[in-house]
């Protein structure tokens, strides 16, 4: 406990899923969060599930830059500076073939999965306090291919060249930046994606999945929380422009 303590993170896609196990596992480890995301009810059903005074809300579209901008001033308001920010919003778009992909569900998934994170970094690095961490989720799907999720798969191959970007150019400050790569885990994001690749038997996709990592089940949110928390905290204050995978050995496999 208290590896965080008297540091200030911001989490985007902070109301559920991943955003949410993180923001959880940062305030027991004494950190003040601010969890960022779309939906305001989605916010306020977080916020009274966590339930803790070091925690504050912001809602915004993380691939507007006015958004993006609101939310790095709402952190420095409430708490003064900004030691940690997680760029964790994410959205899967639909599992089609290429030739099938729509244009417009295309372009939403670049402008929050891309987008969103080029935004994160340009708004919030400059205001951080030097020896920060940046934290960007990317996915297994960063680091090989799935068919019928072209959009997907390309915007988390490329947080990774942002990732390396951003690593060299805030060096100086020794602000680390590096990328966490899930596998498949347990959460909504999954359910729709399941539900979209075989929508008559979702439950067969599951299995598909499960048999894919070699200890044949999903992850669990807060299994991925607890990577964020080693690269949030001083454990790891000499690593920077990194992937790490979470994901039950998958790549191994």
Known sequence: MGRLTGKVAIITGGGGGIGFATAKLFLQEGAKVVIVDLNREVLENASQKLD?????????????????????????????????????????????????????????????????????????????????????TSSVAGLKGFAGLGAYVASKHAVIGLMKVAAIENAERKIRVNTIHPGPVNNEMMRRIEKDIDPKNPTAVIKEFESSTLFGRYAESMEIAQMALFLASDDSMYITGCTHVVDGGMLAK
């Open 52 to 136: 803790h005074e070091n925690l504050s809300y912001s809602i915004a579209d993380v691939s507007k830059a006015k958004d993006t901008r609101e939310f790095v001033k709402h952190t420095l308001d409430v708490y003064g500076k900004i030691d940690i920010f997680f760029a964790n919003a994410g959205i899967e778009g639909s599992s089609e073939p290429i030739r099938d992909y729509k244009e417009d569900t295309f372009d939403k998934v670049i402008n929050v999965n891309l987008k969103g994170v080029w935004l994160g970094c340009k708004c919030v690095i400059p205001k951080m306090k030097d020896s920060g961490s940046v934290i960007i």
